[in-house]
């Protein structure tokens, strides 16, 4: 027999998690915290999955004490059925997070999680996912997934923006205002990788000219480079593919590094990441079809006579 004390608010739903595992021997109130006693039977489906619930409970254990004032508790229901999880939704960046650990249980009851090189890996037969902390993207199958609010750590677990954590494992999530909970239907348990999602071709030529235009910019200042030209590709003023548009002569040269040659230059794994996101449909520059530096620029056609948009790292850009 062994005993847990878990937060008493947790204690209906993790109970009835229990009931299916394991026996409850014993209950203990006090205060705010529940002591469960239970008694194991052997065997090893039972056993699996009696550990997996032990790791839900430490990890709402952990959760329920120093959530900040901005977060509060929010229910998560998968496929109708409310899920023991720890979610809690920060009104400061409009976030439901989730502990990594303890969805990717309930999600993929047979996942492993572990800590390698400063990053959470889950693992399962078909899905890797890595997420480190003060990321504003999860790697899941080779994608790049963006999480708009940074991955956190709180009391010592990984939290993940749910919509992001979900798509990696090829569910889709739906925000229900009228009871402010998560509502998650599955899907086939992973999301497709890399190599059968990206067009090889689109990627290469992506990730070259942003890591061309923008290799010393921050993160999310690639992503946005690389949204002009996807915009650009859509907009009936330009050509109609990722290297016409990069090549583009119409009106004279529109990128630099196709004269200096820089487009040619091996991008580095941050700017793949960004042409990835850029191609999950992530957008951070709106309808931005330009952007400059206004410090290394000589010609301000572009902020004498186009609509601005936004501001990151050192570009100006405008629709």
Known sequence: MARFAIPRGSFPLICRRLRAAGRIYALRKKKQIVTIGLHFVKGGRRM?????????????????????????????????????????????????YVPIRAFSYVMRPGASVTWEYGQAVVRCWDLVITAREGSCYIE???????????????????????RALAKAFDATV??????????????????????????????????RIINAEAEAEPFLGKVAVG??????????EFPNSIWGVIFDRKWGVQFEPTVNGRIYMEPTAESVRAAKMCLEGTNVAGSSLYFLNPAKSSNFWIMQNRAYVTAIGGHLFYA
């Not at 999480?147 to 939290?159: D, F, K, Q, V, W």
């Open 48 to 96: 699996k999955r009696i550990a997996m619930l032990l790791a839900l409970l430490v990890t709402l254990a952990a959760l329920s004490v120093g959530v900040s004032a901005g977060a509060i508790a929010t229910p998560v229901y998968i496929d109708g059925v409310e899920a023991p999880v720890g979610a809690v939704l920060d009104k400061s960046v409009d976030t439901t």
């Open 140 to 162: 899941a199958n080779g994608r790049v997934l963006y999480t708009r609010a940074p991955i956190i750590s709180l009391n010592g677990s990984i939290m993940v923006s749910v």
């Open 174 to 207: 739906d925000w229900d205002d009228a009871t402010a909970s998560v509502s998650i239907k599955t899907g086939g348990g992973a999301i497709l990788p890399a190599e059968r999602f990206y067009d090889a071709d689109a990627l290469r030529w992506l990730a």
């Open 227 to 236: 949204n002009v030209v996807l915009n650009r590709v859509k907009s009936p």
